[in-house]
């Protein structure tokens, strides 16, 4: 599950930046019900099944549980949570639903797209 990490960045550039953020969100969508590992800036790391996210890629995840619970025993009682898409440093995706070259090409497209 941990095998692919995908890296949210945000950039300078606001044209730039909205089309690569559609390109992750409409990727995003395709993964609704599947389980991620959330890590965020505070270096917290969530697990739980992505139930939605939107175009500021915020994200909802359902059944979450943290990967270092005596880190963050206060988390133990939560089932759900909201995440502000500013706040993630990394999604981590189950490799096997993750079709890489469908996304390179997606990410081509929008490069050249980007040029003209």
Same mark, same amino acid.
């Given at each position: 599950? @941990?095998?692919?990490? @995908?890296?949210?960045?945000?950039?300078?550039?606001?044209?730039? /930046?909205?089309?690569? %953020?559609l390109l992750f969100y409409s990727f995003f969508?395709?993964? #609704? /019900?599947?389980?991620?590992?959330?890590? @965020? *800036?505070?270096? $917290?790391?969530?697990? /739980?099944?992505?139930?939605?996210?939107?175009?500021? $890629?915020?994200? *909802? @995840? %359902?059944?979450?549980?943290?990967?270092? +619970?005596?880190?963050? +025993?206060?988390?133990?009682?939560? *089932?759900?949570?909201?995440?502000? /898409?500013? #706040? #993630?440093?990394?999604?981590?995706? +189950?490799?096997?639903? #993750?079709?890489?070259?469908? $996304?390179?090409?997606?990410?081509?497209?929008?490069?050249?797209?980007? *040029?003209?």
């Amino acid at each position: 599950m @941990l095998d692919l990490q @995908l890296q949210i960045t945000y950039l300078n550039d606001y044209t730039f /930046g909205f089309i690569k %953020t559609l390109l992750f969100y409409s990727f995003f969508k395709s993964l #609704v /019900g599947k389980d991620v590992v959330v890590e @965020l *800036k505070n270096d $917290l790391s969530i697990c /739980g099944t992505l139930h939605s996210v939107d175009q500021y $890629l915020n994200i *909802k @995840l %359902t059944d979450i549980s943290v990967t270092d +619970p005596e880190k963050y +025993p206060h988390m133990l009682s939560v *089932k759900n949570c909201f995440i502000r /898409g500013s #706040v #993630v440093r990394y999604v981590q995706l +189950p490799a096997d639903e #993750v079709d890489t070259q469908l $996304l390179q090409d997606a990410a081509r497209k929008e490069a050249l797209q980007q *040029k003209q």
